[in-house]
């Protein structure tokens, strides 16, 4: 063969194995599944009232879709091998956007690999109830809990759960994490500001609302307030922070319960006896059963 026509073979064999390494290196860090059409999206959606979004094959018009706009933009993909999926609830005034962008961040990746885990292997899914998908939960302090509170509220947040897990027959346990990404986060309020934070926006001792993972009836990870750090002292039943956890696991405040009901929504100083009802360890009971 010609010297010339081989050199030409060559360089044309290269120049293709080059592309086809930069274009695999070129390949899409995230593919979006669109909810409605169950189509992939490559992550660079155009909300501009011309095209909804662009797929591996081109753009999506939205015409395609009879001006029908997702809710919810769904993306699967995975990160050190572990799969996640995270939810983009879109807001319905499309106008707003040009050209969106779907960033993420850490901590969303690592609660959508909770997420993947848990809409996929829900234990107690059972229950119509909302309820948390697996056991144990994690839980973690947050960067305000110093030093030298830590230690305490180590012990008062261990007691607290302790509590818990007796009460529901150890149907309900809890795990320290190998990570600072965790089911339950206790968060020391009390550190943030001395004068504000002795108590909360509403004059309550600590904080928490249950989160639901959208269009499911299984909570998200949450946080826990503390604004009042020796509500209970050491070495006392830590009635605030289980009432706390408790509002995590749907539990909600009983108005009509006596004083000594652990759900009631006033805590009076020094009240440190109160129990959980049991109607509510019932109710705790049957979801976490399984059954
Ligand atoms: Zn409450």
Redesign the pocket.
């Known amino acids: 063969m010609n010297k010339k026509i081989v050199g030409f073979v060559l360089i044309i064999v290269l120049a293709i194995a080059v592309g086809l390494i930069f274009k695999s290196s070129q390949k899409t860090v995230f593919s979006f599944v669109n909810n409605d059409t169950n189509e992939e999206l490559d992550g660079l959606i155009y909300l501009d009232g011309k095209y909804l979004a662009s797929t591996k094959e081109g753009p999506v018009k939205v015409s395609n879709l009879d001006g029908d706009y997702p809710k919810i933009v769904r993306l699967v993909d995975e990160k050190e091998s572990e799969p996640f999926e995270l939810r983009y609830i879109l807001n319905e005034n499309y106008s707003d956007y040009s050209t969106f962008f779907f960033e993420t961040r850490d901590d969303e990746i690592e609660a959508g690999k909770r997420y993947y885990k848990d809409a996929r292997n829900d234990l107690f899914k059972e229950t119509k109830e909302n309820h948390w998908a697996h056991m144990p939960l994690t839980y973690s302090y947050a960067d305000n809990c110093y030093d030298e509170d830590l230690y305490e509220i180590k012990k008062k947040v261990e007691s607290a759960l302790d509590y818990i897990t007796q009460q529901t027959s150890k149907k309900i346990t809890f795990s320290y994490p190998d990570s600072k990404y965790s089911d339950i986060t206790f968060s020391c309020k009390f550190n943030d500001d001395l004068i504000i934070s002795l108590v909360g926006p509403n004059g309550?001792s600590?904080?928490?609302i249950p989160q639901i993972y959208p269009e499911t009836n299984i909570y998200s990870e949450g946080v826990i307030n503390v604004y009042e750090k020796d509500s209970c002292p050491l070495g006392q039943r830590q009635v605030v922070i289980i009432?706390?956890v408790l509002?995590l696991f749907g539990l909600?405040?009983n108005k009509e319960g006596t004083a000594g009901d652990i759900?009631g929504?006033t805590f009076s100083k020094g009240n440190c006896n109160k129990e959980v009802s049991d109607k509510d360890r019932d109710y705790l009971i049957g979801i976490y059963s399984g059954e």
């Open positions: 309550e600590a904080h928490a009432h706390e509002h909600k405040h759900m929504s």
